[in-house]
């Protein structure tokens, strides 16, 4: 396999490019793609490598992947968009737009507690399909009836699924378009939260790598205490985990058409890396959320013991925030916002350093204490600024 990238990059980011082609020269990606915006400038956009290892076909300029819960920026940013337009306050109870809410105490809960992952509705209480989970008001009527796992904004625990669906129903009920129509209308349209026909054509296969491969820690990154380590080790391998049960329900490949057509607001994105940090390009612009609004979401409403990933987490509304979960270097630590995925995908923004980048890979790497593909890119990015 090639290890060297096509696309373009500004030569002052050269670095960037140099860490994307080591990391396809030594096997820490199969395929992948990186961008980077600077003040609404393509600075970086970069490809390579392998999309299917079972065709051998390579990533090209189009190709799209899976990106997971990167999905979740993208999300927060139709809510915010939906409650500028309609003039509605995040902290308004939940039950005033959304009445069957209401029941089993959760009268209380207002959408920030679920943009910021406190509302104790991150498992769902029974088995749902794939295509039962296709259906976003069927999954609104399966949350409104459930009771929370905690008291609602008292803590703060990822619902790794969950949080499409009762954030995605504000979006629904104000616009009447599912979270990944009311997307690809105004967001961008390379943007798909369901994705299907020529949208997949080209998507990358998800694969994973030996297992004594797939998990690492992030060098240079604080490190993390062995007791968060053994947490975290639990959360990840036991079945009666609440990040288990939070995370694979449904059941589903990344690679099956019918879960990528599916449209989950939580972890439904397919998309290029140039479309995700064009996507973040445009919201450190103005473009799509005003400054004031965007700088209320990217302030932090929880920091912590992560009840669900069993170590620190930190949220804005729907934005993930530099901590032992979201591993950025220094420069970086105190302005960026944005949501990596699964395996390895970060879609990041800095307000204050006019950056957006995006890295998507298909080579799955499990860890919930970062990726060092990512952080070694954002860290080449930081360097030439």
Not at 103 to 119: C, F, P, S, V, Y
Not at 309 to 324: D, K, N, V
Request: glycine letters at 10%; proline letters at 7%.
């Amino acid at each position: 396999m090639s290890s060297s990238a096509a696309g373009h990059v500004d030569p002052a980011f050269a670095e960037v490019q140099a860490v994307f082609e080591a990391g396809l020269a030594d096997g820490d990606d199969l395929g992948a793609a990186v961008a980077v915006f600077v003040d609404g400038r393509a600075v970086v956009d970069l490809w390579g490598g392998i999309a299917d290892r079972q065709t051998g076909r390579p990533w090209t300029r189009d190709t799209a992947c899976p990106t997971f819960s990167c999905t979740k920026g993208v999300t927060a940013t139709a809510v915010l968009m939906v409650a500028q337009q309609y003039g509605h306050g995040v902290d308004e109870p939940v039950s005033a737009w959304w009445p069957e809410f209401a029941q089993h105490g959760k009268h209380e809960i207002t959408l920030t507690d679920l943009m910021a992952h406190r509302a104790g509705l991150p498992v769902l209480e029974r088995p749902v399909s794939v295509a039962q989970a296709a259906d976003p008001a069927a999954m609104a009527d399966l949350l409104a009836a459930q009771c929370p796992l905690w008291q609602p904004g008292t803590e703060h625990g990822y619902h790794a699924l969950t949080f499409g669906w009762l954030v995605g129903e504000f979006v629904r009920r104000h616009s009447d378009m599912t979270v990944g129509e009311f997307t690809r209308r105004h967001l961008g349209d390379g943007l798909f939260i369901g994705a299907s026909g020529a949208a997949v054509r080209d998507v990358a296969r998800v694969s994973s790598p030996p297992p004594e491969q797939r998990a690492w820690s992030t060098e240079n990154a604080p490190p993390i205490p062995d007791d968060t380590v053994a947490e975290m080790v639990t959360a990840m391998s036991d079945p009666e985990s609440l990040f288990i049960r939070a995370s694979s329900n449904p059941v589903a490949s990344y690679n099956d058409p019918e879960v990528l057509a599916a449209g989950w607001p939580a972890s439904g994105l397919v998309t290029t890396a140039r479309d995700l940090a064009r996507f973040y390009g445009d919201l450190t612009s103005g473009t799509l959320v005003a400054p004031g609004p965007l700088c209320e979401a990217t302030t932090e409403r929880v920091r912590g013991n992560d009840r669900v990933l069993r170590l620190e987490s930190a949220f804005g509304l729907g934005y993930m925030l530099p901590s032992q979960n979201f591993v950025v270097p220094e420069p970086a630590q105190r302005t960026a916002f944005g949501h990596p995925g699964a395996g390895g995908s970060v879609g990041l923004a800095d307000l204050e350093h006019k950056v957006a980048f995006a890295f998507v890979p298909n080579l799955r790497r499990d860890w919930l204490a970062g990726d060092r593909r990512a952080y070694r890119l954002i860290a080449a990015v930081y360097n030439a600024l």
